[in-house]
């Protein structure tokens, strides 16, 4: 499984501890930055990782900021992407078996260490359900070419 990761300055711990414990674990990780707690804009990066899970070959993606909200707004205006942001490990397993997210996007100033990696797990650890869901998921794209 190739997975895109990517955080602002905000999310860099984050972002370092889960590709740890993926790399670990026999993911394939791509680390688009950032590295260091030099302020950078959320916007280069979601816009980098989501590009490469529309368009490269990852399974999905993501992104960490201070509170995951501005990454999640920036990824979604990626045509084709659903990005969820997740505090929970419900939500997490609902936005793939429900939304099919491809990026889930997680805030490091709201959610601790553990709580993410256990997000991180749940949401990697689930199929799209299909059927009614696919409907409502096409329903979502079709919104984009409004
Ligand atoms: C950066 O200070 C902060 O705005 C960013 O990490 C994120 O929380 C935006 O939504």
């Given at each position: 499984?190739?997975?895109?990761?990517?955080?602002?300055?905000?999310?860099?711990?984050?972002?370092?501890?889960?590709?740890?414990?993926?790399?670990?674990?026999?993911?394939?990780?791509?680390?688009?930055?950032?590295?260091?707690?030099?302020?950078?804009?959320?916007?280069?990066?979601?816009?980098?990782?989501?590009?490469?899970?529309?368009?490269?070959d990852f399974d999905c993606g993501i992104l960490i900021c201070g509170t995951g909200i501005g990454m999640s707004i920036a990824a979604n205006k990626v045509r084709g992407i659903r990005a969820a942001h997740v505090t929970d490990t419900y939500s997490a397993k609902m936005a793939k078996q429900h939304n099919d997210a491809q990026i889930i996007c997680l805030g490091e100033r709201i959610t601790g260490p553990d709580l993410a990696l256990e997000i991180v797990k749940a949401y990697l650890g689930q199929t799209h359900l299909g059927g009614r869901h696919s409907r409502r998921v096409e329903k979502i794209m079709e919104i984009e070419s409004l």
């Amino acid at each position: 499984m190739r997975i895109a990761i990517g955080s602002d300055h905000g999310g860099i711990n984050h972002k370092a501890y889960i590709k740890e414990y993926l790399t670990e674990n026999g993911f394939e990780v791509k680390d688009f930055g950032t590295d260091t707690p030099e302020s950078v804009d959320y916007p280069d990066i979601a816009k980098t990782v989501s590009l490469a899970v529309r368009d490269e070959d990852f399974d999905c993606g993501i992104l960490i900021c201070g509170t995951g909200i501005g990454m999640s707004i920036a990824a979604n205006k990626v045509r084709g992407i659903r990005a969820a942001h997740v505090t929970d490990t419900y939500s997490a397993k609902m936005a793939k078996q429900h939304n099919d997210a491809q990026i889930i996007c997680l805030g490091e100033r709201i959610t601790g260490p553990d709580l993410a990696l256990e997000i991180v797990k749940a949401y990697l650890g689930q199929t799209h359900l299909g059927g009614r869901h696919s409907r409502r998921v096409e329903k979502i794209m079709e919104i984009e070419s409004l």
